[in-house]
């Protein structure tokens, strides 16, 4: 399985009802006023991103620069392939503050006409007019941030909706004309167990959704579930736990169809995330609104992170981007690697340094650690690349470490 190299776009929508208490990511509330002004930030900065791009003189190279522009006049290089709305919540914005978003990339970017649109949502946020709206202005792609179909655990995670909710919402969708639909399941929250986790996959299953995200809890800096963690008001679930939870859910989703093709990921065969591929096989990708990163042309971008500074920038003109770094050859490499192996099928050396031989003459100081993992079954390596075991998978991170 394997992604084209066209780029995707990521647009970011900083705005929640209520922070989740697990939630670490770049969000806050919101009133009417601020979204709609915040849609015309984004829309400014599409413009912006968009003039830079016509600025620079004709290329026949494919490829991005740092600040998301190519070198020619709209529809003659880079053609987008995927946009993914992601927060946040993003179901804060109207269908119409989306289409307005939409409308904007279009006019402004070579968008396939194929293209994958996904709108994250939280339940409870969602409405009929609003999903067919949503549907009518081209997202084909509904992602529900669902949790848990236990009403007591999502009181817990300071979750706003409820099971009912979660059933309510997907017949809602696909009624709205949704065809796909993926629902993020959590497990290892403080209070579940081995038994709520699998009557949460049994519940989400039976509601024919065609990817399931399925990941555990981690508590973050800055969280309240961290806070309450550093005062030993909250326990984390023990780690045998979590690994026995994951492979037992893992292997009923497998049972009932959805194809493990990351870590954390199952599809029915071809609804994998085309977007989310992007990250694990180093596509390129251009990040909008606040905080948002991209990666073009070999370098890491992100945007300001302050609402008022991102304001005060587009209002200007001029692209929020704060910081840039410009990979090297091995971060590229180490990346490729990282992100690569995410992936249930693994990498190929082809793809990152073009063959065996040249792969593990830039890794041959941890060829044998490498291979004491094979050895231990948490390893497969052969000719064509390298992959994770379900073994490996328990400890991802240290195998990933050996080629930072």
């Known amino acids: 399985m394997t992604t084209n190299k066209n780029p995707g776009i990521y647009v970011h929508i900083p705005f929640c009802v209520r922070k989740c208490n697990y939630c670490s990511f770049l969000s806050g509330d919101s009133d009417e006023a601020l979204r709609e002004r915040y849609v015309d930030a984004i829309c400014q900065e599409i413009r912006i991103r968009a003039e830079q791009l016509n600025k620079l003189e004709s290329s026949t190279e494919p490829s991005l ?20 709305f992601g ?4 179901s804060l914005l109207s269908s119409e503050q989306i289409a307005k978003i939409i409308g904007e990339l279009k006019a402004n970017f070579n968008i396939d006409d194929e293209v994958e649109i996904t709108l994250e949502s939280n339940p409870a946020t969602l409405f009929m007019e609003s999903l067919r709206g949503y549907r009518q202005s081209g997202v084909n792609r509904l992602s529900m941030g669902v949790q848990s179909m236990n009403d007591e655990i999502l009181k817990r995670l300071g979750r706003i909706h409820t099971a009912g909710d979660v059933i309510r919402d997907v017949q809602n969708a696909r009624e709205a004309g949704f065809d796909n639909i993926n629902l993020d399941l959590m497990f290892a929250v403080p209070g579940s167990s081995l038994e709520t986790t699998l009557i949460d996959i049994e519940a989400v299953t039976s509601l024919g959704p065609e990817h399931i995200s399925f990941y555990s809890l981690q508590l973050e800096e800055g969280t309240a579930f961290f806070k309450d963690f550093e005062r030993g008001e909250l326990k984390e679930v023990p780690d045998e736990i979590d690994r026995e939870t994951y492979h037992a859910g893992a292997k009923i989703l497998r049972d009932k169809g959805y194809e493990h093709y990351e870590i954390s990921n199952f599809a029915k065969r071809g609804y994998e995330s085309r977007h989310n591929l992007k990250y694990w096989e180093m596509a390129p990708y251009m990040g909008l609104g606040l905080g948002a990163s991209s990666f073009i042309d070999n370098s890491r971008v992100m945007n300001v992170c302050s609402l008022d500074e991102y304001f005060n920038l587009t209002g200007k003109g001029l692209a929020p981007s704060a910081e840039v770094h410009e990979n090297s050859e091995h971060d590229n490499v180490a990346e490729a690697v990282f992100t690569g192996l995410r992936k249930v099928e693994g990498i190929r050396y082809e793809d990152v340094l073009g063959s065996y031989e040249k792969f593990w003459k830039y890794y041959s100081d941890v060829f044998e650690e490498a291979c004491e993992y094979e050895r231990e079954g948490k390893l497969i390596i052969d000719e064509e690349g390298m992959r994770l075991t379900d073994e490996g998978i328990d400890i991802s991170n240290s195998i990933m470490a050996l080629f930072v």
């Not at 927060?87 to 993003?90: A, S």
């Open 65 to 84: 620069t740092v600040d998301g522009s190519a070198s020619s006049e709209k529809g003659t290089r880079d053609c987008y392939d995927t946009i993914f």
């Open 87 to 90: 927060g946040g919540t993003p």
